[in-house]
């Protein structure tokens, strides 16, 4: 048996242990153990430690921490300041309703396109005291962060998702031959990533009341319905903070002016560890000075809001080392040889989306998936005579649904968290919206292959 077949393997019993279960980083850190037993033997405790190692150093790793981490320093902050609680207030009055609550979730979380951590991180912390308040269960705010988190960024040509798809797209010989630049050729490809599209319009009729609740999403309105519980018992441990309410008194500029430094800061510079350090910065100035809070106690907040995100660090860490191991193993070649049979000039759009979707699904890297399929997608591209703008399109498609689909990406991990509730629990509450989206999309550069073969 093939080291790629046996990476699936393991892949699968990450999926079946962690959806039965309910606990995503054992059985990721399992994975990356059996997949390091399988590559170096007797040997795998020290080559496995080598991976955590490599993983926990990466430059753009150690970038990733201190984002979440800072971050939840900053969550901390805004809680203890009763900023949240003014803001949720003011906002109440505008979101009447639950669709109203819902679409205006939708509408933020277009507008903050620039980044997609800082779409789920900034709006997650904004909304979540309005869906309580209109007993909204916190899987519906989860959904609509997510899918308006890398959809929306794949859509627009000035976030950071269309700078690394137009630089990595326009070093092939076929892309710079046709088009005068990396973003001329990522603008001519917009038009046809048919799953962000769906992704979004699929949200926008559930927040609108018009698609119906499916499977856990169901049960989660059930449950609210039924006790009044906006979060699963599972999820209490992620809101010990929310013991107060949302009821209290609080000055809502303790919560606006730092929201607005750190969403301008992101959007003007497109640097959000930057943007989150010079908000905490602005928090130390508005908040001890006029003794909202003492110095040893924004400290304390601090560090403990760190801390609080270090659930996201641990399951990032093992999902990194997952991916490490399943790349040594050779899953990526693997695959790319199971697909070549069904590989046409009119299909070659359509295996192009599956292929990245089950590796940026399986493997949870969609960036790192796509920078290592397309030097030889578009190669093949090229050698089918197949059509180069939907092909791109594809690739930008299925880096979109790995990132919303994964049950253990970053995006899907940093959306649970940022509003309290289980990962597993927001990832199968949207789970049948991403798959249909993710069907319509295969049957969709299926049709524009067959229709546009050049």
Same mark, same amino acid.
């Given at each position: 048996?093939?080291?790629?077949?046996?990476?699936?393997?393991?892949?699968?019993?990450?999926?079946?242990?962690?959806?039965?279960?309910?606990?995503?980083?054992?059985?990721?850190?399992?994975?990356?153990?059996?997949?390091?037993?399988?590559? *170096?033997?007797?040997?795998? &405790?020290?080559?496995?430690?080598?991976?955590?190692?490599?993983?926990?150093?990466?430059?753009?790793?150690?970038?990733? $921490?201190?984002?979440?981490?800072? +971050?939840?320093?900053?969550?901390?902050?805004?809680?203890?300041?009763?900023?949240?609680?003014?803001?949720?207030?003011? &906002?109440?009055?505008?979101?009447?309703?639950?669709?109203?609550?819902? /679409?205006?979730?939708?509408?933020?979380?277009?507008?903050?396109?620039?980044?997609?951590?800082?779409?789920?991180?900034?709006?997650?912390?904004?909304?979540?005291?309005?869906?309580?308040?209109?007993?909204?269960?916190?899987?519906?705010?989860? +959904?609509?962060?997510?899918?308006?988190?890398?959809?929306?960024?794949?859509?627009?040509?000035?976030?950071?998702?269309?700078? %690394?798809?137009?630089?990595?797209?326009?070093?092939?010989? @076929?892309?710079?031959?046709?088009?005068?630049?990396?973003?001329?050729?990522?603008?001519?490809?917009?038009?046809?990533?048919? *799953?962000?599209?769906?992704?979004?319009?699929?949200?926008? @009729?559930? =927040?609108?009341?018009?698609?119906?609740?499916?499977?856990?999403?169901?049960?989660?309105?059930?449950?609210?319905?039924?006790?009044?519980?906006?979060?699963?018992?599972?999820?209490?441990? *992620?809101?010990?903070?929310?013991?107060?309410?949302?009821?209290?008194?609080?000055? &809502?500029?303790? +919560?606006?002016?730092?929201?607005? &430094?750190?969403?301008?800061?992101?959007?003007?510079?497109?640097? #959000?560890?930057?943007?989150?350090?010079?908000?905490?910065?602005?928090?130390? #100035?508005?908040?001890?000075?006029?003794?909202?809070?003492? !110095?040893?106690? /924004?400290?304390?907040?601090?560090?403990?809001?760190?801390?609080?995100?270090?659930?996201?660090?641990? !399951?990032?860490?093992?999902?990194?080392?997952?991916?490490?191991?399943?790349?040594?193993?050779?899953?990526?070649? *693997?695959?790319?040889?199971?697909?070549?049979?069904?590989?046409?000039?009119?299909?070659?759009?359509?295996?192009?989306?599956?292929?990245?979707?089950? @590796?940026?699904?399986?493997?949870?890297?969609? $960036?790192?998936?796509?920078?290592?399929?397309?030097?030889?997608?578009?190669?093949?591209?090229?050698? @089918?005579?197949?059509?180069?703008?939907?092909?791109?399109?594809?690739?930008?498609?299925?880096?979109?649904?790995?990132?919303?689909?994964?049950?253990?990406?970053?995006?899907?991990?940093?959306?649970?968290?940022?509003?309290?509730?289980?990962?597993?629990?927001?990832?199968?509450?949207?789970?049948?919206?991403?798959?249909?989206?993710?069907? #319509?999309?295969?049957?969709? %550069?299926?049709?524009?292959? #067959? =229709?546009?073969?050049?």
């Amino acid at each position: 048996m093939s080291n790629g077949m046996i990476a699936i393997i393991i892949i699968m019993i990450i999926i079946v242990g962690a959806i039965s279960t309910r606990r995503c980083t054992e059985f990721l850190l399992l994975g990356s153990v059996l997949g390091t037993i399988v590559l *170096y033997g007797k040997d795998f &405790i020290g080559e496995w430690l080598v991976i955590v190692q490599d993983v926990v150093g990466d430059p753009d790793n150690v970038w990733l $921490w201190l984002v979440c981490g800072l +971050f939840g320093s900053l969550i901390a902050l805004l809680q203890a300041s009763k900023g949240t609680f003014g803001f949720s207030k003011i &906002i109440s009055k505008i979101c009447t309703t639950q669709k109203r609550t819902l /679409f205006t979730s939708f509408i933020m979380g277009i507008m903050i396109f620039v980044d997609d951590y800082l779409n789920v991180l900034s709006i997650g912390v904004c909304m979540k005291g309005v869906f309580d308040k209109r007993k909204l269960p916190r899987e519906s705010l989860a +959904f609509v962060l997510d899918s308006t988190g890398a959809p929306v960024c794949v859509l627009l040509p000035f976030s950071t998702w269309a700078v %690394f798809y137009a630089s990595l797209f326009y070093e092939q010989d @076929l892309i710079s031959s046709q088009f005068s630049s990396g973003m001329d050729a990522y603008l001519h490809a917009i038009p046809f990533c048919f *799953y962000p599209m769906i992704a979004l319009i699929i949200v926008a @009729l559930f =927040a609108a009341g018009i698609f119906p609740k499916l499977g856990a999403m169901k049960k989660a309105y059930q449950r609210v319905e039924e006790t009044g519980k906006v979060y699963s018992d599972a999820s209490r441990k *992620y809101n010990h903070d929310d013991r107060k309410g949302y009821e209290e008194d609080g000055n &809502i500029w303790n +919560f606006l002016v730092p929201m607005i &430094i750190l969403v301008g800061i992101g959007v003007a510079t497109g640097d #959000i560890l930057l943007a989150v350090v010079i908000s905490l910065v602005v928090c130390l #100035i508005m908040y001890v000075p006029t003794k909202l809070l003492s !110095m040893e106690e /924004f400290f304390n907040l601090v560090v403990s809001g760190f801390g609080d995100m270090l659930s996201i660090f641990f !399951m990032l860490v093992a999902a990194f080392s997952l991916e490490h191991v399943c790349s040594a193993m050779g899953l990526t070649e *693997y695959l790319i040889e199971l697909a070549k049979p069904f590989l046409t000039a009119s299909l070659f759009p359509a295996v192009s989306f599956l292929l990245l979707a089950v @590796l940026a699904f399986v493997t949870g890297s969609n $960036w790192g998936m796509s920078a290592v399929v397309i030097p030889i997608l578009i190669p093949m591209c090229e050698a @089918l005579g197949a059509n180069p703008v939907l092909t791109m399109a594809a690739i930008i498609s299925g880096g979109a649904f790995g990132s919303h689909a994964c049950f253990y990406t970053d995006a899907t991990v940093l959306a649970s968290n940022s509003v309290g509730i289980d990962n597993m629990e927001h990832a199968l509450s949207q789970m049948p919206y991403v798959m249909i989206a993710a069907s #319509i999309s295969v049957v969709a %550069f299926g049709i524009a292959g #067959i =229709a546009l073969p050049i």
